[in-house]
């Protein structure tokens, strides 16, 4: 399992996200075609595109000769894993534009199942709801993390909301405190580079830099690299990230190969420790019913019976030791020779020639 360490950063994971006309989709694009140029990337971008609105970023690629690969007719998360299974296999840069809209279409369908056949539909999502809808949505967030593919995904941004007291009536209010990607909330950790795109009003200065009332700026959330983290940049173009790119020199790596936690639980998703507690639970009742078959009643006699045949078998008279600290293992051989010792089975020897001829000849002169 362990091994020497060595660079793995082979594969660019960028996140964007931020509101209307801040920019996502146009950073997106700078970052890929810098991405296909510095890297010489010989295969198509893929770009699975929800609003549709790609064409008007075309040029940019066009350009350039960049054979761009489109897919605008689908917000499902099953066209979207498609997509990216396909995109894998034949293209270099992989582009979701915006990854809120399968998310939201996830949550949708996943209502409309539910609500199939009810005379009464559920109306919202309850909490108990969320674990197959994130079990789902996982399988993309491990595409993305892990695909051989460059992945940009774009996303609109949501709000976070906290709790606080107010001090004027001492009640707790909703106030927003800060945006995230709207989407899964987990998803937001997977970037390796995760960028808030903002449209912020110009000032004096800018607009004569710039010659426009409102800046594309954006803010470098998280860089794992540590070379962009907390940088802001307006207009940004593909040369403002390269500090982050210029470190995907690695070994491909990017397939996961260990092993499943799925051998920690069994087929009815039960852990280990469950399943134990249950096995020991039922041999302990075919244990204790085996006995009291064979040796029925409350006389004096059929308690010590009993209990010589716990103390024979198991070493202890203390049924709870037995039931509730003795593996299942133990008990499943104790149960065994229990049945061996009340019900043995009784085996028939195979007849010799001899007797075989005799019996045969006994049948047909009783039939003469």
Known sequence: MLKPAVNRLQYARVGIYGRAGSGKSRTAAEIAVGLYESLDLKRPVAIFDTEPSWSWLLPLFQQRGIEVLISDNSRSLVDLLEFYAEATDTCDIAIVDSITHPWRELQIGYLAKLNEGRKRPVQRLEFHHWGPIKAEWQKFSEKFTH???????????????????DEETGRNKVIATGT???????????????????GDMANEDERKKWGRKIINRALIEKDRGDTLNGRVFDFPNYSDFEPHFKRLDGVDMSRLSGRSSAELFTADGMDEWQAEKIQRTVLSEEIAGLIGHHFPGQSAEAKKARQELLR???GTFSWTRISEQTKSAELRAGLDAL??????????????????????????????
């Open 147 to 165: 695909s051989p593919i460059h992945g940009i995904m774009c996303g609109r941004a949501g709000e976070m909301y906290e709790y606080v007291m």
């Open 339 to 368: 049945r061996a010792k009340l019900e043995p089975k009784v085996t028939l020897e195979e007849p010799t020639d001899e007797e075989k001829a005799e019996i045969l000849a006994k049948e047909r002169s009783e039939s003469e």
């Open 180 to 198: 995230r990607m709207a989407t899964e909330k987990e998803l937001g950790h997977e970037p390796s580079l995760l960028i808030e795109m903002t």
């Open 312 to 314: 024979e078998i198991f």
